[in-house]
């Protein structure tokens, strides 16, 4: 005869099967904290990461447009320690110019018919002349320039008026005695760095000498004539200067016989734009 057993549970095992299951389930809560916890740590990671190259991209920007401020100081007050050797020189610039005047060709009223009835004809050939200058700069504020000029040339080109000898010369002398720009600023201004100018208020003054031996066919009747004209020179920009003068001028004339007229003094003023 066969007797079938069956195992019937005790207390112990229920309390030894529930002990795995917790263990099991305690076992796959770990690994899935952990897991969860190296993730969110890769995250923070990640995050760290971009900041700090963010903050480098940041500081290297800044870095390198500094480097790019610093070579334009650089050069800036490179350009700008030049100008004070270029402009603070004896050695002159040299100037020579030639010219030819001319008028307008055909036939006017002859001045010799005081009826005004005949006409003659006109002189288009005006003359020639040549100027040579010489600009000295000893100072970057000071400035002295001198010329002289010879013009063999007619005082218009009316009928029967002569070619005539002119000859004149003149200097003129200007200072800056206040400047707007600081010397320890000058490489900060564009207008210096570029071609030297300063700006601020100057004074000077010229002086002109002219001579003609063509009597009653010099321009203006005048054989001779004498100036000087003081100045004040207000300098803001290289396009906005302005010069506020006073020439005194004094001048021989004689009429249309070449006979001498009583000496004449003038005194004027006027502003000009430089």
Same mark, same amino acid.
């Given at each position: 005869?066969?007797?079938?057993?069956?195992?019937?549970?005790?207390? =112990?095992?229920?309390?030894?099967?529930?002990?795995?299951?917790?263990?099991?389930?305690?076992?796959?809560?770990?690994? @899935?904290?952990?897991?969860?916890?190296?993730? !969110?740590?890769?995250?923070?990671? &990640?995050?760290?990461?971009? %900041?700090?190259?963010?903050?480098?991209?940041?500081?290297?920007?800044?870095?390198?447009?500094?480097?790019?401020?610093?070579?334009? =100081?650089?050069? *800036?007050?490179?350009?700008?320690?030049?100008?004070?050797?270029? *402009?603070?020189?004896?050695?002159?610039?040299?100037? !020579?110019? $030639? @010219?030819? =005047?001319?008028?307008?060709?055909?036939?006017?009223?002859?001045?010799?018919?005081?009826?005004?009835?005949?006409?003659?004809?006109?002189?288009?050939?005006?003359?020639?002349?040549?100027?040579?200058?010489?600009?000295?700069?000893?100072?970057?504020?000071? $400035?002295?320039?001198? +010329?002289?000029? +010879?013009?063999?040339?007619?005082? /218009?080109? &009316?009928?029967?008026?002569?070619?005539?000898?002119?000859?004149? $010369?003149?200097?003129?002398?200007?200072?800056? @005695?206040? /400047?707007?720009?600081?010397?320890? %600023?000058?490489?900060?201004?564009?207008?210096?760095?570029?071609?030297?100018? &300063?700006?601020?208020?100057?004074?000077?003054?010229?002086?002109?000498?002219?001579?003609? =031996?063509?009597?009653?066919?010099?321009?203006?009747?005048?054989?001779?004539?004498?100036?000087?004209?003081? @100045?004040?020179?207000?300098?803001?920009?290289?396009?906005?200067?302005?010069?506020?003068?006073?020439?005194?001028?004094? +001048?021989?004339?004689?009429?249309?016989? $070449?006979?001498?007229?009583?000496?004449?003094?003038?005194?004027?003023?006027?502003?000009?734009?430089?």
């Amino acid at each position: 005869m066969l007797v079938a057993l069956a195992t019937v549970p005790t207390p =112990d095992s229920d309390d030894a099967r529930k002990k795995e299951i917790d263990s099991a389930r305690l076992s796959a809560l770990n690994v @899935f904290q952990a897991a969860r916890k190296k993730h !969110l740590l890769s995250k923070a990671d &990640l995050a760290q990461t971009e %900041e700090e190259l963010e903050k480098a991209r940041k500081e290297s920007t800044a870095r390198v447009a500094a480097a790019v401020l610093a070579t334009a =100081d650089c050069e *800036n007050r490179r350009l700008a320690a030049q100008w004070p050797t270029l *402009n603070g020189t004896w050695i002159p610039s040299v100037g !020579l110019t $030639g @010219f030819i =005047d001319t008028y307008p060709a055909g036939e006017g009223p002859d001045p010799k018919d005081t009826t005004g009835q005949t006409s003659a004809d006109l002189e288009p050939f005006g003359g020639v002349g040549v100027e040579g200058s010489l600009s000295f700069h000893p100072h970057e504020r000071i $400035g002295l320039d001198l +010329y002289i000029s +010879y013009m063999k040339a007619r005082s /218009s080109g &009316l009928p029967h008026t002569k070619l005539a000898n002119n000859v004149g $010369g003149g200097a003129t002398f200007s200072a800056l @005695f206040f /400047s707007f720009l600081d010397d320890s %600023e000058k490489y900060k201004s564009p207008d210096y760095v570029k071609a030297g100018f &300063l700006p601020g208020l100057g004074l000077g003054a010229s002086a002109q000498i002219v001579y003609c =031996d063509g009597r009653e066919q010099c321009a203006k009747e005048r054989p001779d004539q004498r100036s000087v004209t003081p @100045f004040f020179d207000v300098r803001v920009k290289p396009a906005l200067q302005f010069r506020i003068s006073v020439p005194i001028t004094s +001048y021989t004339s004689v009429d249309k016989t $070449g006979t001498d007229i009583q000496p004449t003094l003038s005194i004027a003023g006027q502003i000009a734009s430089l």
